[in-house]
């Protein structure tokens, strides 16, 4: 069976290496120069620095996929436990470390913000891990489920847990149930950016982003762009055939389903199967040709994520004791989302610094050292000097908090439409459609089409954004491929002949 993959984000690279492991003929066509989607780093200054996604979590994701392809994720990347997950900071006035241990947690917020905001936490801790194991067989695990089916498999025993995850309160509502200091709020209501959400509109059951990074967030030695060329090593060692800088114009198919793919400059590649990696919007708005478009449904630009302004450095950072992950908020929390859900960039932007040569314990300056900062930003166009406006405020937000940071002019910075050319179709969005409201989550696609033969996987499909679930979207996808090609194959297998009274026999 020939399979071409489109895309080799993390779930398309995730796909060719279940599907090639299964003795099926794969190929992967990726329009960059490398692979890895969104998990890329940028050359600045002759050292390459991580661009995209820098936070690992839910290991057992990849710790899974690895073993069923008959190898280990240990032998593959090195990776190294974070006992702090986080830094935040406010002003010049202390910062706030989240850890790995939840007692050292506790503490801190004991210290930061007071003994009733640490029973809070507690509180807060425990809703999260009910959350999230309310919510990982059904949903995060399972295909693509409609809020009936979910109800059903639940049963009438789970009905109550079901209910507990808050479906229908946003997330800084619930915050409120636990904490009364509005910095803790901002920082927990933070993880709805995770999948490019306000906490304002995303649902509650997103404080399960708590949960699992309390399991765990693992330093990729060579960041995140090293774990795709990990997956894409070890799926060409299965036999899937990778080849970059090739751009698919469209998908073919006819009255039976999908038939190939054709590329940008005519060559056809015959296919009995397509995964596409792509963004859904990308298939749904016909750049994958007009046959394919009703493989997903349209996400029209008021229900697009978040994107981002992206600053890559070589820079000395002084004044602010950096860690690996340190987080900057902005004075007005509400402000800032209120901008953004009007289409225009913060002017008082909450700042994420990526410092890529430091781990857990702030050293003394290194002297230049690798930064990304990010600041959380409308889809759609802003102009040039709408980002440069923006790019001060980012200096005044850590300026505020008491890092300097001396940028050099090879600083790479990429706005939402610079993300729009990179991953077309998205308007600049780097989730997909935003997680707001609670039936967000149901209205992706699954890996499923309504196209005989195409498969959907990305972070733009169920079970959603961020790396883990992109992964293990790509596993759903295959998952689907395989069922499928062996429910059709036991439906072509001749049944044994059946004696019948009177010497006739039927097959």
């Known amino acids: 069976m020939r399979v071409v993959v489109i895309g080799a984000g993390i779930g398309g690279l995730v796909a060719a290496l279940r599907l090639a492991h299964a003795g099926l003929d794969v190929t992967v066509l990726e329009r960059a120069a490398h692979p890895g989607g969104k998990m890329r780093s940028v050359p600045v200054d002759g050292r390459a620095v991580e661009a995209g996604p820098t936070v690992f979590t839910m290991r057992w994701v990849l710790d899974e996929i690895f073993s069923e392809c008959g190898a280990s994720l240990d032998d593959r990347v090195t990776l190294a436990p974070a006992a702090i997950l986080a830094r935040h900071a406010w002003g010049p006035d202390g910062h706030l470390d989240l850890f790995a241990d939840p007692r050292a947690s506790r503490d801190a917020i004991a210290a930061f913000a007071g003994p009733r905001e640490a029973e809070g936490y507690d509180r807060f801790r425990a809703r999260a891990a009910a959350v ?4 990982e ?9 409609s809020p009936v089916a979910l109800t059903r498999r639940a049963g009438l025993s789970g009905l109550g847990d079901l209910w507990r995850i808050q479906p229908f309160t946003t997330l800084w509502s619930a915050l409120g149930e636990y904490f009364s200091d509005p910095r803790l709020r901002q920082l927990f209501g933070r ?7 306000s906490p304002y509109r995303a649902p509650a059951t997103l404080m399960l982003v708590a949960h699992v990074e309390s399991q765990g967030v693992w330093h990729v030695a060579g960041g995140l762009s090293a774990l795709a060329r990990a997956v894409a090593d070890l799926a060409a060692e299965c036999g899937a055939h990778l080849r970059t800088e090739a751009h698919v114009a469209r998908i073919l198919t006819d009255r ?3 038939t190939g793919v054709e590329l940008a400059d005519g060559e056809r590649l015959p296919a009995d199967a397509v ?18 478009a009703r493989g ?3 996400v029209p630009p008021a229900e697009r ?11 000395e950072a002084q004044g602010f004791p950096l860690l690996r992950h340190t987080v900057f908020f902005s004075g007005d929390y509400a402000a800032e989302f209120d901008a953004i859900a009007r289409g225009r960039l913060p002017a008082d932007p909450t700042v994420y610094v990526c410092a890529q040569d430091r781990g857990d314990v702030a050293p003394e300056a290194p002297g230049s050292e690798r930064l990304l900062c990010l600041i959380n930003a409308p889809a759609g166009g802003a102009t040039p000097s709408e980002i440069a406006t923006c790019t001060t405020a980012l200096h005044r937000r850590l300026g505020a908090c008491g890092l300097r940071l001396t ?9 939402p439409a610079g993300f729009g050319k990179l991953f077309p179709g998205t308007g600049g969005a780097l989730y997909g459609r935003a997680s707001h409201g609670w039936m967000a989550s149901f209205r992706r696609p699954g890996a499923r089409t309504v196209i005989p033969g195409l498969y959907l996987a990305g972070g733009s499909v169920h079970p959603g954004p961020g790396v883990p679930m992109a992964a293990q979207s790509g596993r759903l996808a295959a998952d689907s491929l395989l069922a499928e090609r062996a429910t059709a194959r036991a439906s072509t297998r001749p049944s044994a002949v059946a004696a019948m009274s009177g010497g006739t026999s039927m097959p």
Do not use: E, H, K, W
Not at 191 to 197: E, I, K, L
Not at 305 to 315: E, G, I, P, Y
Not at 407 to 415: F, I, K, L, S
């Open 137 to 145: 067989g059904p949903f995060i695990r399972g295909q693509r489920p």
């Open 191 to 197: 993880y709805s950016t995770y999948c490019g959400a």
């Open 296 to 298: 997903a449904d349209r």
């Open 275 to 292: 995964v596409c990696n792509a963004d859904a919007a990308a298939l749904a708005d016909g750049l994958l040709g007009a046959a394919a």
């Open 256 to 258: 039976t389903g999908v």
């Open 407 to 415: 940028d050099t002019p090879a600083t790479v910075t990429t706005g």
């Open 305 to 315: 994520s978040l994107s981002a302004v992206t600053l890559c450095m070589n820079a």
């Open 132 to 135: 999230y194991r309310t919510l």
